[in-house]
């Protein structure tokens, strides 16, 4: 069995898990007998399991590991999460995984450390063929409404906008604000959890703010990437520095994360909201897949206002309807 077509199988498998055989047969273009016998050889190796009889089999990727550990936080350090917890069930993956981890896993533990005030801090890993799984969790404040506090932001979920931006923190002496921000570009899937709200980058690379009914406490980050991922970290790092230099100048800006339900992107209010903190940055790419019109009093004090008072910042709209092109275009004009 080829690595290709063990990887088709196993995608088969995570996608839906009936009738596999049969639709494996058909994409290969062999016998369903043939399909099943590449089954019989994946369960043996213990990559996969299955349930039920005949036509009504159903398979699944096994859980190749599964560890967790609740932590006290006072005198934690991050590197012993990391040596204890994660790292004996990624050796055998290739360095750049296993660089990836290294990383995420020991920023997120240091946020918990120090910025949750929690008693506990908890983290687990589950593992199966294709994907490594990670979460960290505390029992804190939570970070959104950490966040809104001291920022003094109207709404948690302008903190999430924040995030999405980079270079944020509420301790600037001891950390750079980086940590959030690049995990969330590094990971094929990260979730980030406190009270009602979720700061989502997903696998096609959006940043997506979810809300849910339940306030649950403390902070929650889930983080998937897969065993076989080719994505580098210092390629990741490069994408948001200027050229030649190793700082973090430029960011990518989701419009969508400002506009909140319900709303329309037109007041100049909206707009100091969305250009909080650009002048951080030389470059920032405002993407606005999602936003079907802005108002002229947002395009002007974006495009017009802050451009002027902040000539050393770079402003790159991207992803425009022809609508806020127009508007876009209006206020630069002007």
Not at 47 to 54: A, C, D, K, Q, R
Not at 109 to 128: C, F, P, Q, T
Not at 159 to 178: R, W, Y
Not at 189 to 201: E, I, N, P, T
Request: charge should be neutral; glycine fraction near 8%; charged fraction near 25%.
């Amino acid at each position: 069995m080829t690595a290709d077509l063990r990887r088709s199988i196993l995608d088969a498998i995570a996608q839906d898990g009936g009738n596999v055989a049969a639709r494996l047969a058909e994409q290969f273009g062999v016998s369903r007998q043939s399909a099943s016998a590449w089954l019989a050889k994946l369960k043996r190796e213990g990559v996969i399991t299955s349930s039920g009889v005949g036509r009504g089999v159903r398979y699944q990727l096994a859980v190749l590991a599964d560890a967790r550990q609740v932590y006290q936080r006072a005198g934690l350090n991050e590197d012993r999460v990391w040596r204890e917890l994660v790292a004996p069930h990624l050796a055998d993956l290739p360095p750049n995984v296993r660089d990836i981890w290294h990383y995420a896993v020991t920023e997120m533990v240091n946020n918990a450390i120090d910025h949750s005030g929690s008693e506990k801090v908890m983290a687990g890993l589950v593992r199966d063929a294709l994907n490594t799984s990670v979460y960290v969790a505390d029992e804190g404040e939570g970070i959104f409404l950490k966040i809104q506090c001291a920022l003094n932001l109207y709404d948690p979920r302008e903190a999430i906008l924040e995030l999405a931006k980079g270079k944020l923190t509420t301790d600037p002496v001891n950390h750079t604000g980086e940590g959030i921000f690049f995990t969330s570009k590094v990971m094929d899937a990260y979730d980030l959890r406190s009270g009602k709200l979720h700061f989502v980058h997903d696998e096609w690379g959006t940043d997506v703010l979810l809300e849910r009914a339940a306030d649950a406490p403390g902070t929650v980050v889930l983080m998937r990437l897969a065993n076989d991922s080719r994505r580098n970290l210092k390629e990741v790092f490069e994408q948001f520095a200027a050229p030649e230099e190793y700082t973090f100048s430029k960011t990518i800006v989701p419009v969508k994360l400002a506009q909140h339900e319900g709303e329309k992107l037109v007041s100049r209010s909206q707009a100091k909201r969305l250009t909080m903190r650009f002048e951080r940055f030389q470059s920032v790419v405002l993407d606005f897949a999602g936003v079907e019109e802005i108002g002229q009093a947002f395009a002007d004090e974006v495009f017009r206002v802050f451009r002027q008072a902040h000539p050393g910042t770079r402003l790159l709209p991207i992803n425009l309807t022809q609508e806020v092109r127009n508007m876009v275009k209006r206020a630069m004009g002007g």
